[in-house]
């Protein structure tokens, strides 16, 4: 999931560019929004991984 955020991070950064450059207000603003998705799934991946790991040690601690 990490790398998808990642992903949308970079496409959002291209649109944010585009629209730059163009002149279009709306990508660009469409691009910092997929720049923000990417960013939250990036974090929700990071903290369902240290949750994971949380369960895991518990696990291992209880046998």
């Avoid at 939250?40 to 949380?54: D, H, I, M, Q, V």
Wanted: aromatic letters at 0%; zero cysteines.
């Amino acid at each position: 999931m990490a790398a998808k955020g990642r992903t949308e991070k970079i496409k959002g950064k291209a649109k944010e560019m585009t629209g730059k450059v163009t002149g279009d207000r709306g990508q660009q603003v469409e691009g910092k929004l997929d720049q923000a998705r990417g960013e939250a799934k990036e974090r929700l991946a990071r903290t369902e991984e240290r949750g994971e790991e949380a369960r895991r040690a518990a696990k291992r601690d209880r046998a």
